[in-house]
């Protein structure tokens, strides 16, 4: 897939302003500070298309953006930061569910977790959320580049088994301090927009 535009469209808290249910939509899902901001720029080749934080947990809205007009990547609010408001933290499950329960463009969650570390009880409960709405089975590993060889495979290993992929579900390795997944992903992003056109399960494309 190669990138020709990318751009914001908008910030969304509830659902009356989310951008209209029509165009495919790919969405971006995990722990506050995972690097799903970064992951985004690199797919996207843009440095400051989704702002990588600073302060991290401040991503509290749901953002909508338009790739080569033709699909959408959405910016999940990201979860497990403690430093968030209660309200803020109350907040986080309604809107959630308001945009995964019910968005008929959307095709798929890419579940990110940090290579370095088990998945969390939180990242379990996110991909068993994503289970239970089908739009599982494809996980990122973040900041692969703060891992060796060996680490990594053990790691990814680890990641499988504890969320529970099948054999086919993907899990992607990813980095974006240098690009390490990058084009992988981009392809498995291809094939899930391609096969929209009401595919039946063991069709391939
Ligand atoms: N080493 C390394 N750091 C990363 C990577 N991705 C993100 N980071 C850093 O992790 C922090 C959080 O990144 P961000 O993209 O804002 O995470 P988000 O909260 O999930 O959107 C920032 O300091 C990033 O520079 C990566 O692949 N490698
Ligand atoms: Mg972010």
Sequence with gaps: MIIRKAEFITSAVRKAQYPEDNVPEIAFAGRSNVGKSSLINLLMNKKRLAKVSQ??????????????????????????????????AESWGPMMEDYLSNRASLLKVVQLVDSRHDPSAQDIQMYEYLRYYGLDGLVVATKADKLNRGQLGNNLRNIRRILQLAPEDNLVAVSAQNGTGARELLDIMEKILNKKEGGTPGETD
Excluded: H, M
């Design 55 to 88: 302060s991290p947990g401040k991503t509290r809205t749901i953002n909508f953006f338009n790739v080569n007009d033709e699909f959408r990547i959405v910016d999940l609010p990201g979860y497990g930061y403690a430093k968030v408001s209660k309200a803020e």
